[in-house]
């Protein structure tokens, strides 16, 4: 292969139509040949001056080799988990996540990677999940849900909220769940997974107290299931009754362990109002008491540290070791 680059230009072609019988011979032979009865010539636009040179021209202008390393940009493209996120790439992109075979590309990249995890309960390891994800579940929703792959759609969406929980990451989960539960359960209503409409219960009642979605989400569920009776346990005492004791009832024992998770983001709110109705209800009560109020079970000394971090300045009179008590100070009206 010849070490010159071409010239990129203009190149013009002339259709020269044979005027005797002896140039329509020649003209036959040519094509024959793959001429074409065509006159070919390329001129070089140089953009510093708009001026036009034939390529019979003596050029002075000296081309420049591009520093570019284009083997690492093909490298890189080739990369699946390397790919941009859709919002950041061109619409015409045929190399971005808006191809759906390159969406599953992706997948079975995450698949392996989350088998590659070497502790389950590292929010750090699972954070680079969550980041994979993000681009998958933005790359399907700019191709109309894999273009109509609702199955796989859902199954990336659910596995999402899954990771999202992992990491700790509930700005991701937020988007995950909104998805899932409004848009893809939706165009598939046999694919509704009681899980994760439990989830998007507890993320209205212990993030955004939103009773209104989470009421909307419970009448989705079997109120005989598992699930049915904890999410109406749930919504009442943190909507209806605002009861601390039934909430860590529930925070100890519920269906599914990762539950827990999502309900830690309530229960300081939980245990603020616990103190608050103590403080007026009582003016001294056993450690153990307390403790059942603030969801802390066998640990006097974490009993105290809570209120004492909770309540600035402190609520607590004074503590009897010899009695297990805590003397509070009266709540002032």
Aim: charged share 25%; proline share 3%.
């Amino acid at each position: 292969m010849s070490g010159k680059q071409p010239i990129e230009g203009l190149t013009v072609r002339i259709w020269d139509p044979p005027s005797s019988e002896t140039d329509i011979s020649k003209k036959a032979d040519n094509l024959s040949k793959g001429s074409r009865g065509y006159r070919e010539y390329t001129e070089q636009i140089v953009l510093s001056t708009s001026y036009l040179f034939s390529v019979n021209d003596d050029i002075s202008i000296e081309l420049k080799k591009s520093t570019r390393d284009w083997d690492a940009e093909k490298k890189k493209l080739e990369s699946v988990q390397d790919l941009p996120l859709v919002s950041r790439t061109d619409t015409t992109d045929s190399q971005s996540l808006r191809n759906v075979k390159l969406q599953h590309d992706l997948w079975d990249h995450i698949s392996k990677k989350i088998c590659e995890i070497t502790d389950p309960n590292s929010k750090k390891e699972w954070e680079v999940i969550v980041e994979l994800f993000r681009k998958l579940r933005e790359g399907i929703y700019a191709t109309n849900w894999s273009h109509g792959d609702y199955t796989f759609a859902i199954k990336v969406f659910e596995h999402s909220i899954d990771s999202s929980i992992k990491a700790r990451n509930f700005n991701e989960l937020s988007k995950s769940l909104s998805g899932l539960i409004n848009d893809l359960y939706i165009f598939k209503k046999d694919a509704e997974n009681p899980y994760y409409l439990l989830l998007h219960i507890l993320y209205h009642c212990c993030f955004v107290q939103n009773a209104e979605k989470a009421m909307e989400t419970l009448l989705k569920l079997n109120r005989n299931s598992n699930e049915g009776i904890f999410g109406k346990q749930l919504t009442k005492c943190v909507f209806v009754t605002e009861n601390p004791i039934s909430f860590f009832r529930l925070y100890y024992n519920n269906p599914y362990p990762t539950f827990r998770a999502m309900m830690d983001n309530y229960t300081d709110r939980m245990r603020l109002k616990a103190i608050d109705v103590m403080r007026k209800a009582y003016l001294s009560a056993s450690i153990e008491w307390v403790g059942i109020w603030l969801g802390v079970k066998n640990d006097n000394q974490m009993v105290v540290s809570i209120i004492e971090a909770l309540v600035q300045p402190t609520c607590i009179k004074s503590v009897d070791n010899d009695f297990q008590l805590i003397h509070f100070l009266k709540k002032r009206k």
